[in-house]
């Protein structure tokens, strides 16, 4: 044999000798002799008392006790136990003698004998711990969004599809400078692959993919419907039609407490139809007076349950300037009915008021049984990952009885999935920092309990450790996604951009003209210059003018909020501004009144850069008085007097005199 | 066959006697040209000099380019055209695992690792010596193995090149190691490929390519070029050629579209499919350049001396004649000079300043940076040095005197929300001054924008103590434990917290604890002026709240808020402080009197500076005689009154004068 050979056969040989001696090594097994401690073994994750899905991944722990070696043994009534023996503390059951051992101890309490040899060379053995093996399983995959702590910058971010029977993790998207900074809301037709829809944005712009029987396009949700992107989306049972918000979106920052804040200005939803591309946005689920989102079908698909919130504020639909009652926006629960052979919804049915249950509910999920929803619950808003009150809470349908789950903890505990079996729920939570969100499963009994949640298990022990990515939007799978990450990378950067379009009137033009106008001139001629162009803001001032003279306030208000989002620097947006406050002002209705709304438009109305005509000033005055500040209100209106005195206004000035009787009593202004 | 025709071309196969080349005549007469150098009598003299070199190298980059300038230069704080930094180099198996899943990973792990020791300074400029020594050696070997005469000699150009980069502070150690990497890939292949037949040289080239792409990535297609070269040239087999090529050709796309191992978009694109990306960089790419000329035109020389042996004996006789002690001498001298040139040379003076002051910033050396900022040019000021000059005023005491020594702007204390994560110094300053939720932003921003670096995740480990969050803090003092350097200090720290859980913390989080405010307000809606008054209404004794108020307002131009607020500033002076007050705030002081009457405040007796008032009344002359002439009026207060408060309120500038 020549020298090359040698050479080349010796490292062979080596590493086949380093082989058998591993494989030959004899098998770690439990100590004969140990000292008993009467207390459980500090372990992390701690899986003791948690009901375990029977095909989920091994449950791998380190044990946090001072020692040089470790041996851990799993038993359960039947099978062989499972030993596994460490020096560091990592306890890591081998995956396919775990899932030998689950399968077959179903339905039955499992336990964890931990025997630690301290420095002393002696064996310790702590109490065991223990969990419960269902008999039903959990959907084997689950999609969720891994993404650091930031804040604004996002370089990379990405949607991950990971066996929960296994540790495998497959990414589907993994957007960066090139292909987006953001991958969002991702959603799949009654937890199966095959439809599902994907939203990024990014510096090949915004959008949504949308994956249909294995092939991917992109689709463009813009619409005069709304300006902004879709968001939160949910699919129809058939996969033909998918509910989806707008939401127009605004991230700020708290100087004390949690850091974050994210506040939708305005939010409707829209029916996607995937086979004609076109959004219908029928008033009952986009409503201007009402900020809709989390759309979610019911599992038999005729319900479309939804939170709504009293859209409270006016202002530029492009600037962002936070509104002072951003604290006090809360969602009730609500639902339509929903025909999906006509596609159309019927009137929304409040389920839960947010009065009621004193705080803001958002992601409603119904169970698959139909029985039950899933809600979060928390002070405020709608975005409740920010927010450490939020938990988790379920509505009995039947009865409309609510209550938390059983596993929530004093952090945020968040958005949700319930497995298509209905027996688990994979959930984000911050239980574990308060910073860093991670996915927990919870067993749902027959009941409707829940028991104390698991946290996905990690290949590495040590994983949560040091992990400073944030698993988020967990959404189970009965199957992977098999469509590779280049499909969805290049379906950014070079599919084919389909364009969205509104099936039937504006909302907001439904909202004005319920019914096409018929005999009046006037009301046809805007009815047809608002169906040809919903975004002509003045079109909708001179409405909102005409319904004002009309005394169709109701319609009035919707005509001048919308003038006044598509304003700009119109020279009618001030007039538009005083009229609209002067309503929400004096309007004898309490549902249409808004004392505080009304003041920020009239102070927003006297905003010009000469003298404040005395009208605005007037109604400035009105303002004042109807949030009960008479003191600002006879100031204002004392104002007002001189300026209509100097512009001649003697009308006007009769007015104001008259209105300052008002305000010298304290009595706030109606007008009819 | 054709790969038989050339067994023996290098001097390995010379030193057996079976080099038979088809014209012996022609590649004998080069091969005799190197053995005459061999023969020369410098056996000794070669290695003595690369000995020289290399102590040289390693001189001059621990006396001159101080690697350990860059370790502290990730991010924002090198200013000019060229990134400096090192990669994040973290401990543990993800971190390890993300490396090892794409192609050049391996090597980008090692050279990472090897980085961090650029914190040490003597550990830095030793490892960037050794690989300039690696890859010369390597480049030595490359050029021995093909035949090139003086290969010794012209291996250097490589290492003088990345001297030429380390003088530009791109140290590219991932690029040094990869080259080097594939230099000893291409010469194994050379020489097994001479011993071997085509059998084996065929199968054998495809798999050191694919090797080479998976430890090296991009830069595999040098190794893979060189091959390709040799067999096409040289041997004359265009099949294992034509493998070759098609490997380095098609591996790229494999690993990036089919198997999908490159991560993101970004990386497929510029990385993986585009080597001449990869090294983006000039200097990188000039060696790259310069090792593919040298092995092409060998190539090409034995190419000729096949095709026309008359012109290449023409060739090597005239070089013979030219062969001899005097040039050998003379090129001595030229690489000698050319090293000395180099280092000397093309050193950016301007960016090692740069560097420098942000070491003297990251490392608190505070009086240095201020010393080491005279006659820095204006137009180089960064906001991050401007944070960082006025933290160093603030730390030093001279925040109310030299404040305007530099060219100042209204934003330099600090900035908040998400363009904080660009001024490196920021997140620190909002978190003594006690903003803690406005540090805990701009540092998940930086994070996000530059990785999980040391100084950032040590921020957001105070950070989330101050808030009360010590499980928070604990993941990122785990992932800092993670950190070579800074390793140990987490762990301590981690003992610290699992020790006193009740009381966790330095002095730095409980002083950022006493001053955070616990009243809650939009961040968004605020003013600097608002977040700092916020914190002085719930920590009135919080001195560098107070100090950085003043400094805002004499920044902001606004000497009447001073004023009304400078009683606060009194009442934090000690007794043993002196009495006199900063100069510029006793200017600014002054400045808030002149007005109309009933707006100006009622200062006290001791604030009152007679000397000020004076210098207040000539700028309001000077401005009052020069008009509209902003540049004479700049130039005439910036030579009567330099730095002060009277120059930058008139004219908006500071600094040193035109």
């Given at each position: 044999m020549?020298?090359?050979?040698?050479y080349l056969?010796?490292?062979v040989?080596?590493?086949l000798v380093?082989?058998?001696?591993?494989?030959?090594?004899?098998?770690?097994?439990?100590?004969?002799?140990f000292?008993?401690?009467?207390r459980?073994?500090?372990?992390?994750p701690?899986?003791h008392?948690?009901?375990?899905?029977?095909?989920?991944?091994?449950?791998?722990?380190?044990?946090?006790?001072p020692?040089?070696?470790?041996?851990?043994r799993l038993?359960?009534?039947a099978?062989?136990?499972?030993?596994?023996a460490?020096?560091?503390g990592?306890v890591?059951?081998?995956?396919?003698?775990w899932?030998?051992l689950?399968?077959?101890?179903?339905?039955?309490?499992?336990?964890v004998e931990?025997?630690?040899?301290?420095?002393?060379?002696d064996?310790?053995?702590?109490?065991?711990?223990?969990?419960?093996?269902?008999?039903?399983?959990?959907?084997?995959?689950?999609?969720?969004?891994?993404?650091?702590?930031?804040?604004?910058?996002?370089?990379?971010?990405g949607a991950?599809q990971?066996?929960?029977?296994t540790?495998?993790e497959?990414?589907?998207?993994?957007?960066?400078a090139?292909?987006?900074?953001?991958?969002?809301?991702?959603t799949?037709?009654a937890?199966?692959?095959e439809?599902?829809v994907?939203?990024?944005?990014?510096?090949?712009?915004n959008?949504?993919?949308?994956?249909?029987d294995?092939?991917?396009s992109?689709?463009?949700?813009?619409?005069?419907?709304?300006?902004?992107?879709?968001?939160?989306s949910?699919?129809h049972p058939?996969?033909?039609?998918?509910?989806m918000?707008?939401n127009r979106?605004?991230?700020?920052?708290?100087?004390?407490?949690?850091?974050?804040?994210?506040?939708?200005?305005?939010s409707?939803?829209g029916?996607?139809d995937?086979?004609?591309?076109?959004?219908?946005?029928?008033?009952?689920?986009?409503d201007?007076?009402?900020?809709e989102t989390?759309?979610?079908?019911?599992?038999?698909?005729?319900?479309?349950y939804?939170v709504?919130a009293a859209?409270?504020?006016?202002g530029?639909?492009?600037?962002?300037?936070?509104?002072?009652?951003?604290?006090?926006?809360?969602?009730?629960?609500v639902r339509?009915?929903?025909?999906?052979?006509k596609?159309?919804?019927g009137?929304?049915?409040?389920l839960?008021?947010?009065?009621?249950?004193?705080?803001?509910?958002?992601h409603?999920?119904?169970s698959p049984?139909g029985?039950?929803?899933?809600?979060?619950?928390h002070r405020?808003?709608?975005?409740?990952?920010?927010?450490?009150?939020?938990?988790l809470?379920?509505?009995d349908?039947?009865?409309r009885?609510?209550?938390?789950?059983e596993?929530?903890?004093?952090?945020?505990d968040?958005?949700?999935?319930?497995s298509?079996?209905?027996r688990?729920?994979?959930?984000?939570?911050?239980?574990?920092?308060?910073?860093i969100?991670?996915?927990?499963i919870t067993?749902?009994d027959q009941q409707?309990?829940s028991?104390?949640?698991l946290?996905?298990p990690?290949e590495?022990?040590?994983?949560?450790?040091y992990?400073?990515?944030l698993?988020n939007?967990?959404?189970?799978?009965v199957?992977?996604?098999?469509?590779?990450?280049?499909?969805?990378s290049?379906?950014?950067?070079?599919g084919h951009?389909?364009?969205?379009?509104?099936?039937g009137?504006?909302?907001?033009?439904?909202a004005l003209?319920?019914?096409?106008p018929?005999?009046d001139?006037?009301?046809?001629?805007?009815?047809q210059q608002?169906l040809?162009?919903p975004?002509?803001?003045?079109?909708?001032?001179?409405?909102?003018?005409?319904?004002?003279q009309?005394?169709?306030?109701q319609?009035?208000v919707?005509?001048?909020r919308?003038?006044i989002?598509?304003?700009?620097?119109?020279?009618?947006?001030l007039?538009?501004?005083?009229?609209?406050a002067?309503?929400?002002?004096?309007?004898?209705?309490d549902?249409?009144?808004?004392?505080?709304?009304?003041?920020?438009?009239?102070?927003m109305?006297?905003?010009?850069?000469?003298?404040?005509?005395?009208?605005h000033?007037?109604?400035?005055a009105a303002a004042?008085?109807?949030?009960?500040?008479?003191?600002?209100a006879?100031k204002?209106?004392?104002?007002?007097e001189?300026?209509?005195?100097?512009?001649?206004?003697?009308?006007?000035?009769r007015?104001i005199?008259?209105?300052?009787?008002?305000?010298l009593?304290?009595q706030?202004?109606?007008?009819? | 066959?054709?790969g038989?025709?050339v067994?023996?071309?290098?001097?390995?196969?010379?030193g057996?006697g079976?080099?038979?080349?088809?014209?012996?005549?022609?590649?004998r007469?080069?091969l005799?040209?190197?053995?005459k150098i061999?023969?020369?009598?410098?056996?000794?003299?070669?290695?003595?000099?690369?000995?020289?070199?290399?102590?040289?190298?390693?001189?001059?980059?621990s006396a001159?380019?101080?690697?350990e300038?860059?370790y502290?230069a990730?991010?924002?704080a090198?200013?000019?055209?060229?990134a400096?930094?090192?990669?994040?180099?973290?401990?543990?198996?993800d971190?390890?695992?993300a490396f090892?899943?794409?192609?050049?990973?391996?090597?980008?792990?090692?050279?990472?690792a090897?980085?961090q020791?650029?914190?040490?300074p003597?550990?830095?400029?030793?490892?960037?010596?050794?690989?300039a020594?690696?890859?010369y050696?390597?480049?030595?070997l490359?050029l021995?193995v093909?035949g090139?005469?003086?290969?010794?000699?012209?291996?250097l150009v490589?290492?003088?090149l990345?001297?030429?980069n380390?003088n530009?502070?791109v140290?590219?150690i991932?690029?040094s190691l990869?080259i080097a990497?594939?230099l000893l890939l291409g010469?194994?292949?050379?020489?097994?490929?001479k011993?071997s037949?085509?059998?084996?040289?065929?199968?054998l080239?495809?798999?050191?390519i694919?090797?080479?792409?998976?430890?090296?990535?991009?830069?595999?297609?040098?190794?893979a070029g060189?091959c390709v070269?040799?067999?096409?040239l040289?041997?004359?087999?265009?099949?294992?050629a034509?493998?070759?090529?098609?490997?380095?050709?098609a591996?790229?796309a494999?690993?990036?579209?089919?198997?999908?191992?490159?991560?993101?978009w970004?990386?497929?694109?510029?990385k993986?499919?585009?080597?001449?990306?990869?090294?983006p960089?000039?200097?990188?790419?000039a060696i790259?350049v310069?090792?593919?000329t040298?092995?092409?035109?060998?190539?090409?020389?034995?190419?000729?001396?096949r095709w026309?042996?008359?012109v290449?004996q023409?060739?090597?006789s005239a070089v013979?004649?030219?062969?001899?002690?005097?040039?050998?001498?003379?090129?001595?001298?030229a690489?000698l000079?050319a090293s000395v040139?180099?280092?000397?040379?093309?050193?950016?003076?301007?960016?090692?300043w740069?560097?420098q002051?942000?070491?003297l910033?990251?490392?608190?050396?505070?009086?240095?940076l201020?010393?080491?900022?005279e006659?820095?040019p204006?137009d180089?000021?960064?906001?991050s040095?401007?944070c960082?000059?006025?933290?160093?005023l603030?730390?030093?005491g001279r925040?109310?005197?030299?404040?305007f020594?530099?060219?100042?702007?209204?934003?330099?204390?600090?900035q908040?929300?998400?363009?904080?994560?660009?001024?490196?110094?920021?997140?620190?300053?909002?978190?003594?001054?006690?903003?803690?939720?406005?540090?805990?932003?701009?540092a998940h921003e930086?994070?996000?924008?530059?990785?999980?670096?040391?100084d950032?995740?040590?921020?957001?480990?105070?950070?989330h103590?101050?808030?009360?969050?010590?499980a928070a803090a604990r993941?990122?003092?785990?992932v800092?434990?993670?950190?070579?350097?800074h390793?140990?200090?987490?762990?301590?720290y981690?003992?610290?917290?699992?020790?006193n859980p009740?009381?966790?913390?330095?002095?730095?989080?409980q002083?950022?604890?006493?001053?955070?405010?616990?009243?809650?307000r939009?961040a968004e809606q605020a003013t600097?002026?608002?977040?700092?008054?916020?914190?002085?209404e719930?920590n009135?004794?919080?001195?560098?709240?107070?100090e950085?108020?003043?400094a805002y307002?004499?920044?902001?131009r606004q000497?009447?808020?001073?004023?009304?607020?400078?009683?606060?500033f009194?009442s934090?002076?000690?007794?043993?402080?002196?009495?006199r007050?900063?100069p510029?705030?006793?200017e600014?002081?002054?400045?808030?009197?002149?007005?109309?009457l009933?707006?100006?405040?009622?200062?006290?007796m001791?604030?009152?500076?007679?000397?000020?008032?004076?210098?207040?009344?000539e700028?309001?002359?000077?401005a009052?005689?020069?008009?509209?002439?902003?540049?004479a009026?700049?130039?005439?207060?910036?030579?009567?009154?330099?730095?002060?408060?009277?120059r930058?309120l008139i004219?908006?500038?500071?600094?040193a004068?035109?």
């Amino acid at each position: 044999m020549s020298k090359r050979w040698t050479y080349l056969l010796a490292p062979v040989g080596l590493l086949l000798v380093a082989a058998t001696a591993v494989l030959l090594r004899p098998g770690a097994d439990v100590p004969g002799q140990f000292v008993a401690i009467a207390r459980r073994a500090a372990v992390e994750p701690d899986y003791h008392e948690c009901v375990i899905p029977p095909n989920i991944a091994p449950l791998r722990f380190v044990v946090h006790e001072p020692g040089s070696r470790y041996i851990a043994r799993l038993c359960g009534s039947a099978g062989k136990p499972l030993v596994t023996a460490s020096a560091d503390g990592a306890v890591c059951w081998p995956v396919a003698q775990w899932h030998d051992l689950l399968q077959a101890n179903r339905g039955t309490t499992m336990h964890v004998e931990l025997y630690v040899r301290d420095q002393g060379g002696d064996w310790q053995r702590f109490d065991d711990f223990r969990f419960h093996v269902a008999q039903e399983e959990i959907d084997r995959y689950v999609v969720y969004r891994r993404i650091r702590p930031a804040h604004n910058y996002f370089t990379q971010m990405g949607a991950y599809q990971r066996d929960l029977s296994t540790f495998t993790e497959t990414p589907l998207l993994v957007t960066d400078a090139h292909t987006g900074r953001c991958a969002n809301c991702h959603t799949f037709a009654a937890r199966q692959p095959e439809r599902m829809v994907l939203h990024y944005r990014g510096q090949q712009g915004n959008g949504m993919l949308l994956l249909r029987d294995g092939k991917i396009s992109r689709v463009d949700t813009r619409t005069a419907l709304f300006p902004g992107w879709g968001g939160y989306s949910s699919w129809h049972p058939d996969g033909q039609v998918l509910a989806m918000s707008f939401n127009r979106l605004a991230l700020f920052h708290h100087e004390a407490g949690e850091s974050r804040e994210v506040f939708d200005y305005d939010s409707d939803l829209g029916l996607y139809d995937i086979d004609t591309g076109q959004i219908k946005a029928p008033l009952e689920i986009a409503d201007p007076n009402w900020l809709e989102t989390f759309p979610s079908f019911s599992a038999d698909g005729k319900h479309l349950y939804f939170v709504r919130a009293a859209k409270r504020w006016t202002g530029d639909i492009r600037g962002k300037v936070i509104p002072p009652v951003w604290k006090e926006v809360q969602y009730d629960l609500v639902r339509v009915c929903y025909d999906s052979q006509k596609n159309e919804v019927g009137p929304p049915e409040t389920l839960l008021a947010a009065a009621q249950v004193g705080g803001s509910i958002s992601h409603p999920r119904p169970s698959p049984d139909g029985r039950v929803l899933s809600f979060c619950l928390h002070r405020w808003g709608s975005f409740p990952p920010f927010q450490p009150d939020c938990d988790l809470y379920l509505l009995d349908l039947a009865t409309r009885r609510y209550w938390p789950l059983e596993c929530n903890s004093p952090q945020t505990d968040s958005y949700h999935c319930w497995s298509s079996n209905g027996r688990w729920i994979i959930f984000a939570s911050k239980r574990d920092n308060g910073l860093i969100t991670r996915l927990y499963i919870t067993y749902i009994d027959q009941q409707y309990r829940s028991h104390k949640a698991l946290v996905l298990p990690q290949e590495d022990p040590r994983y949560y450790q040091y992990c400073l990515r944030l698993f988020n939007a967990p959404e189970l799978l009965v199957r992977p996604v098999a469509v590779p990450q280049r499909a969805f990378s290049g379906g950014i950067v070079h599919g084919h951009k389909q364009q969205a379009k509104l099936a039937g009137p504006h909302p907001v033009v439904q909202a004005l003209f319920p019914q096409p106008p018929t005999n009046d001139c006037t009301l046809q001629t805007l009815y047809q210059q608002l169906l040809a162009d919903p975004e002509a803001g003045e079109v909708f001032y001179r409405a909102g003018q005409e319904f004002h003279q009309r005394g169709q306030h109701q319609q009035a208000v919707i005509a001048y909020r919308r003038a006044i989002e598509l304003g700009g620097d119109q020279p009618w947006r001030l007039e538009a501004l005083e009229r609209l406050a002067r309503i929400l002002a004096t309007h004898p209705s309490d549902q249409l009144r808004d004392g505080r709304q009304a003041l920020l438009l009239a102070q927003m109305a006297c905003q010009t850069p000469g003298r404040v005509p005395a009208s605005h000033l007037s109604t400035l005055a009105a303002a004042y008085a109807e949030c009960r500040q008479f003191a600002n209100a006879v100031k204002t209106a004392r104002r007002a007097e001189r300026e209509a005195l100097a512009a001649g206004q003697m009308d006007l000035l009769r007015r104001i005199r008259q209105q300052l009787e008002h305000y010298l009593a304290e009595q706030p202004l109606r007008e009819p | 066959m054709p790969g038989e025709q050339v067994r023996g071309v290098g001097p390995a196969a010379r030193g057996r006697g079976d080099c038979a080349p088809q014209s012996p005549q022609t590649l004998r007469a080069p091969l005799a040209f190197t053995a005459k150098i061999a023969r020369f009598g410098f056996s000794l003299a070669r290695p003595m000099l690369l000995l020289s070199l290399a102590a040289g190298l390693y001189w001059h980059l621990s006396a001159s380019v101080r690697p350990e300038l860059v370790y502290h230069a990730d991010g924002p704080a090198a200013s000019g055209p060229a990134a400096v930094g090192i990669p994040v180099f973290l401990r543990g198996g993800d971190f390890r695992a993300a490396f090892f899943r794409r192609p050049g990973g391996p090597m980008e792990y090692c050279a990472a690792a090897l980085a961090q020791f650029c914190y040490y300074p003597w550990a830095g400029s030793a490892i960037l010596t050794a690989c300039a020594v690696l890859l010369y050696a390597n480049t030595a070997l490359l050029l021995r193995v093909v035949g090139l005469s003086g290969g010794w000699l012209w291996a250097l150009v490589p290492a003088l090149l990345l001297l030429w980069n380390y003088n530009r502070y791109v140290l590219g150690i991932d690029v040094s190691l990869a080259i080097a990497l594939n230099l000893l890939l291409g010469s194994a292949y050379l020489i097994l490929a001479k011993t071997s037949s085509s059998a084996i040289a065929a199968p054998l080239l495809p798999a050191l390519i694919v090797l080479a792409y998976l430890l090296t990535g991009p830069s595999a297609m040098l190794m893979a070029g060189v091959c390709v070269l040799w067999e096409l040239l040289v041997r004359r087999n265009y099949l294992i050629a034509a493998t070759g090529l098609a490997t380095a050709i098609a591996l790229p796309a494999i690993c990036a579209w089919w198997l999908q191992l490159v991560p993101t978009w970004d990386y497929r694109q510029q990385k993986a499919i585009c080597p001449w990306l990869a090294a983006p960089d000039a200097g990188q790419l000039a060696i790259y350049v310069a090792l593919m000329t040298m092995v092409l035109l060998r190539c090409s020389a034995v190419a000729v001396a096949r095709w026309r042996p008359s012109v290449m004996q023409h060739v090597s006789s005239a070089v013979d004649r030219l062969v001899g002690w005097l040039c050998k001498a003379v090129a001595l001298c030229a690489v000698l000079a050319a090293s000395v040139a180099i280092a000397l040379g093309t050193l950016d003076r301007q960016l090692r300043w740069t560097l420098q002051l942000n070491y003297l910033a990251r490392t608190e050396q505070w009086t240095e940076l201020l010393d080491c900022l005279e006659g820095y040019p204006a137009d180089l000021y960064t906001a991050s040095l401007l944070c960082d000059v006025c933290r160093a005023l603030y730390e030093t005491g001279r925040l109310g005197s030299d404040l305007f020594r530099c060219p100042q702007q209204p934003t330099a204390l600090f900035q908040r929300s998400q363009e904080g994560a660009f001024v490196r110094g920021s997140g620190e300053v909002l978190f003594l001054l006690g903003c803690v939720n406005e540090a805990e932003h701009v540092a998940h921003e930086s994070l996000e924008v530059h990785g999980e670096r040391p100084d950032i995740l040590r921020l957001l480990a105070r950070v989330h103590l101050a808030k009360g969050n010590p499980a928070a803090a604990r993941v990122f003092l785990n992932v800092l434990r993670n950190d070579l350097i800074h390793g140990d200090w987490a762990a301590w720290y981690l003992q610290q917290l699992a020790d006193n859980p009740a009381d966790a913390g330095d002095s730095l989080v409980q002083a950022a604890r006493a001053n955070m405010s616990q009243a809650d307000r939009l961040a968004e809606q605020a003013t600097d002026e608002d977040v700092l008054l916020g914190l002085l209404e719930h920590n009135p004794a919080n001195r560098m709240a107070v100090e950085y108020l003043l400094a805002y307002y004499l920044l902001t131009r606004q000497p009447a808020k001073l004023a009304q607020h400078f009683e606060r500033f009194k009442s934090l002076r000690s007794a043993e402080e002196p009495h006199r007050f900063p100069p510029l705030l006793a200017e600014a002081l002054a400045w808030s009197t002149v007005g109309p009457l009933r707006s100006r405040p009622q200062l006290p007796m001791d604030a009152v500076d007679p000397q000020a008032f004076r210098q207040v009344t000539e700028a309001m002359q000077l401005a009052r005689q020069y008009g509209n002439n902003h540049e004479a009026l700049d130039a005439e207060l910036a030579q009567r009154f330099p730095y002060s408060f009277s120059r930058y309120l008139i004219t908006g500038r500071s600094g040193a004068g035109q």
